[in-house]
């Protein structure tokens, strides 16, 4: 994969263990509180969290809906996801997801990668919703 293709890319410290990061990134319950979350909406999820499952994110704004959509093709607990992702209502195709999550002291340490299509701001948005994530793991 060429660096050109990537969208965003982001690495950080966790105060929570591997297991309790990979489940905020496949526990339906858990994103609804984090990935695509704002003061506004409200998510629903739904995940088959294996090689070749799906997942769906139906966030409501407003009036609007708004649909995430993808399929894992790699779900290795608690260390490594890559899935696809398609938001047909912010851009075409489909963004590819890769989440690699290493023991780190009593935390962990998360690289994420975006790539292939997306929005135009796509470094900006990862960047609000891994922190999001941060937050959501220090209050658990």
Known sequence: MSTAEVKAKVALDLDADPQAVFA???????????LFKSPTNTLEAQ????????FSIVEHESSEIITHDGRYAICEPPTRLL????????FAGLAQIDVTITPRGSGSHLDFQASGAGPSDAQQLWEKMLANLAQLLKVR
Do not use: K, N
């Open 83 to 90: 899935f696809t992702l398609g938001v047909p209502q912010h």
């Open 24 to 34: 905020a990134w496949v526990d339906p319950s858990l994103i609804e509180r984090w």
């Open 47 to 54: 995940t088959d969290p294996r090689a070749g499952g799906a």
